[in-house]
């Protein structure tokens, strides 16, 4: 097995190769754009993932819900302590969590006054998480994490103290995802205001349409960027069609027969051949073709090629930020002050946002990338409101670090005895703070209008004299960028980045806040579906059957408490739950109390006392708690030990109100599952390793890629040795023994339509290296039902160790045998097929030649060109008591002439027998031997 970080390299290092030389491969020996390089660029792009989760060994809690509900606000005590604001901005925000030796102190938050605007203008400079008078805060995900200067163990290392935060970006394939589910709930599309809902039917029409309008010349070449961009967008489309968004869940009917379709699709010239084809078809399928989002999408990924790709100006480097310059990236208010107006008072926030905005640019120190607010940066990010909202646009993760020496052990003055809960919880893990979901419900007149005619539509009757408020409220809806920016973007990457953490095994654990001061979440659908997602990746087993506790920490934190309590005027009231349960019942699984945790946290604290002070006696023991914990709702809510004790805590614990217990209570959660191997996400992580590295191992077993120094013709030894176990197993099997043989056998030699690729238009394309192929193709597919062991992966799969076949790289070894053997048959297959084609003229409603095709191959396996037959002898029609007996049918009908027939197929002599030169073969060679690799060997 290759060492964790050797398998990034070396499949990188084939897919260099494959660009390079081996594409020139033809004949037997070419390698499918949509077969071999379509497994490998997945793998390439796994084993990548899973090297970056694996560089954090950390776990890490994921914290998301509804915008203002408090996650800020739970942590704020404690980075910033009892630090006072003082009038002056000398020596302001020294001392606090994020303070660090030799640059300016730093505020998590502004401090809470009855009236922000009051507090010192300099504060806008000096605060992380800024006060957006309700709007959304953040626009991006925060990872806080232990840090120190000096690296010291289980810290993070802090090699710039004036430049603490690392960024990374959103890479154009993710870009893709967040677009398309930002268009989808925030955009008024063409079916009467909704978009398309995409099924298969709809795709292969616009797959048609699009390359009939936009054919490939007869001359072009694959290229490799358009194939990559492609590849990225077939995979986006398959985690859409997972997802339970509307526009795109109806992709997912068929997962197979979608799988076939993107095969297809990577295949097809008019695409591989050309990039900018590629973005048109994507943003065709992805928001419905609108210009507007296509052209800013390319704006944004074109940036990111320019500054992180291959020969890009960072590529390579980490790239470190000043807190201003990340309190710039996370304030999502600072996207309209870009576009708006520079205020006359040069103290207002806005006028100091946008001050900055200006002046924010990047520098090359060492090898790294610097990025702050500064005059005379040699490289501007923000000179016009587009560029600044592209480049925080496509911030994805700020890695904020948390200075532990600044972390008081004691925090509270008035209460020395209390811990520094949260110092104590990132000794252990770290905080993903995931970008809050909207809180307001989208109607069809407040979406955003891309269609042009409808926008002038629109503008004409909001310019009237006698437009009317609601005219000019909808103009304001006419696309621009600052509402792509502000509201598709923003939301879009709110429901992609927690199912791509999901995806990359980023997740420990999952505290989902909801606030109860209010109405319920009108987006909850979002955060049931980004748990969802997590289970799919992190806990498979419970994804398909979600009965009991999650197995890995879920909790449900409920939030500002005050208005509800009050309500209870009423000692003796005895339905002071019954809102609350209101506003959380849309949660669905993710507030059973039979599935998460349940916590409850209040911050007594806030100067807002309407939300703030609970003036109603709930302490325990009281009339009011007591009638509160008897009610049904309440009790079945809190009926765990934890989740009572963290109600008490929020109700007593005046300093923290119940944070204290929260932060202790998660540290405990994630150490306990850190114990659990089959729990432990490292463990996972690795065995995804030794899942990749095997599959790398087989790729070198497909199409002879690798040339052998002592070749041999081991199709006919194969196939001789696998029927020969075969015929000893059939000899010795019982009757119900003899069922199973029949069955695992027909079985493998099957060809499900739904597992090859779908067959091209062009009947110039149809020949023998696309029949080949699609044998590939299914044996492939049939491979990936064998486990480990030999047994069936799945519950419909047979046992294939009653055909003597004990791990899939003997199953392939005997598949491959016989796709070899038919060959002879390939080329009146392909003619065949080709004929067939040519009828198959209609655009809407072309039959699906993969079932004809299916069954040919199937007849060429298991019974040769004159195709299957019912019996082997007609006189067994006419009299019964000729026929065999029920217990030999099995025999008798399938197993003995299958075997016949592979006998017959390792007869045949096969051209060529020895593996002629191919190109790249030294150079593969070499590349396997830099990374100890001996593929003959694996064999």
């Not at 765990?640 to 209570?665: P, V, Y």
Request: with cysteine; proline share 6%.
């Amino acid at each position: 097995m290759m060492k964790e970080c050797d398998i990034p390299g070396l499949a990188q290092g084939l897919i260099d190769w494959y660009w390079n030389l081996g594409h020139k491969r033809s004949g037997s020996y070419e390698l499918p754009a949509s077969g071999w390089l379509n497994q490998l660029c997945r793998m390439g792009k796994d084993s990548a993932a899973v090297a970056e989760a694996l560089g954090n060994e950390r776990p890490a809690m994921a914290i998301w819900g509804p915008s203002q509900t408090g996650k800020s606000t739970l942590i704020s005590a404690y980075i910033d302590g009892e630090a006072e604001i003082p009038q002056e901005e000398q020596n302001a925000g020294d001392g606090t969590g994020l303070h660090w030796p030799g640059a300016q102190g730093f505020y998590f938050m502004a401090p809470l006054v009855a009236d922000p605007e009051k507090l010192p203008a300099f504060l806008t400079r000096k605060v992380l998480n800024p006060y957006n008078k309700g709007m959304d805060g953040s626009s991006c995900l925060s990872r806080f994490v232990p840090g120190t200067t000096d690296g010291q163990e289980g810290t993070h290392r802090v090699p710039r103290p004036r430049h603490p935060v690392e960024m990374k970006m959103v890479v154009p394939r993710e870009l893709w995802h967040a677009l398309a589910r930002g268009y989808s709930t925030e955009c008024y599309g063409p079916a009467q205001g909704d978009s398309t809902k995409w099924n298969l039917d709809l795709l292969k029409q616009a797959i048609k349409r699009f390359i009939t309008l936009n054919p490939a010349p007869r001359s072009a070449q694959a290229s490799r960027d358009a194939y990559e961009s492609l590849h990225d967008f077939c995979e986006i489309l398959t985690d859409l069609a997972e997802s339970d968004d509307p526009m795109f869940r109806g992709l997912g009917a068929d997962a197979g027969e979608l799988a076939s379709t993107l095969r297809g699709l990577l295949e097809e010239p008019a695409l591989v051949c050309n990039r900018e084809a590629v973005l048109s078809f994507a943003g065709q399928i992805l928001w419905d073709g609108y210009a507007q989002i296509t052209d800013l999408y390319r704006a944004m990924s074109g940036l990111y090629r320019s500054l992180m790709g291959k020969d890009g100006a960072w590529a390579g480097k980490k790239v470190y930020c000043s807190l201003e310059a990340t309190a710039l990236f996370l304030n999502m208010g600072a996207c309209n002050i870009s576009y708006a107006p520079m205020p006359d008072n040069p103290k207002a926030p806005e006028a100091i946002l946008k001050t900055l905005i200006s002046k924010l640019g990047w520098r090359e120190e060492g090898d790294d990338i610097i990025i702050e607010c500064a005059d005379g940066l040699p490289h501007r990010l923000g000179e016009t409101p587009e560029a600044f909202c592209i480049i925080q646009g496509l911030v994805w993760e700020l890695v904020i670090p948390i200075n532990m020496a600044n972390l008081a052990d004691h925090p509270f003055s008035k209460a020395p005895q209390r811990p520094n809960a949260l110092k104590e919880y990132l000794k252990v893990a770290d905080i993903l703070d995931f970008p809050g979901v909207g809180n307001e419900t989208k109607s069809m007149d407040s979406k955003i209008v891309l269609d042009a005619s409808l926008i002038s539509d629109i503008q004409s009757r909001a310019s009237a004299p006698d437009a009317s408020g609601q005219d000019r409220e909808r103009a304001k809806r006419c696309f621009s960028p600052q509402l792509f920016f502000k509201e598709v973007l923003k939301r879009g990457k709110t429901a992609s980045i927690v199912s791509t953490y999901a995806k990359r095994l980023n997740i420990d654990a999952f505290s989902i806040f909801q606030g109860i001061r209010g109405y319920a979440c009108p987006n909850a659908d979002q955060l049931i579906n980004g748990v969802k997602a997590w289970w799919k990746h992190s806990m498979p087993e419970y994804y398909r059957n979600q009965k009991g506790a999650c197995p890995l920490p879920l909790n449900l934190t409920l939030t500002w408490w005050a208005t509800q309590l009050n309500k209870a005027v009423n000692p003796n009231d005895s339905n002071i739950y019954g809102v609350i349960e209101d506003i959380v019942g849309n949660l669905g699984p993710i507030r059973d109390p039979g599935t998460c945790t349940t916590f409850a946290i209040h911050n007594h604290k806030s100067p807002d006392r309407d939300f703030a002070e609970i003036t109603q006696d709930f302490n325990p023991g009281t009339v009011r708690y007591n009638n509160l914990i008897k009610e049904k709702a309440f009790a079945k809510q809190f009926a765990s030990e934890i989740s009572r004790k963290s109600f008490d805590q929020m109700i007593c614990d005046l300093d923290t109100g119940g944070a204290e217990f929260f932060f202790n209570t998660l540290r405990e959660q994630l150490e306990k599952a850190r114990e659990n191997s089959s729990l432990n996400r490292i463990s996972r992580l690795r065995a995804r390793n030794e899942e990749i590295s095997a599959s790398l191992q087989t790729l070198f077993r497909q199409h002879d890629i690798y040339p052998n120094p002592k070749p041999r013709d081991t199709r006919r030894e194969q196939l001789d040795a696998f029927m020969d176990r075969l015929e000893a197993l059939a000899g010795e099997a019982e009757p119900k023994q003899m069922q199973a043989i029949n069955l695992a056998l027909r079985n493998l030699l099957n060809v499900d339509f739904e597992t090859l690729e779908q067959v091209p238009f062009e009947r110039n394309r149809i020949g023998q290296d696309h029949i080949r192929q699609q044998f590939q193709q299914w044996i492939n597919a049939q491979v990936a039902r064998c486990a480990p062991d030999g047994a069936g992966l799945r519950d419909m799969d047979p046992d294939w160790r009653c055909l003597g076949i004990e791990s899939p790289d003997k199953m392939r070894e005997v598949l491959e045998a016989i796709a070899k053997s038919v060959a002879p048959d390939l080329e009146d297959c392909a003619h065949w097929l080709s004929r067939l084609a040519s009828y198959n003229t209609g655009t809407g409603n072309a039959a699906d030649l993969r079932r004809p095709l299916a069954i040919r191959m199937a007849n060429l396996i298991s019974f040769g060109s004159a195709g299957a037959h019912t019996c082997t002898n007609p006189d067994e029609m006419r009299d019964p008591d000729k026929a065999p007996s029920h217990e030999k049918a099995a025999f008798v009908y399938f197993v003995e002439p299958a075997l016949k027939r592979l006998r017959a197929l390792a007869r045949r002599d096969v051209i060529p027998v020895k593996r002629p030169d191919q190109a790249g073969d030294a150079e593969l060679v070499e590349l396997c031997a830099r990374y100890g690799v001996n593929p003959l060997k694996a064999s």
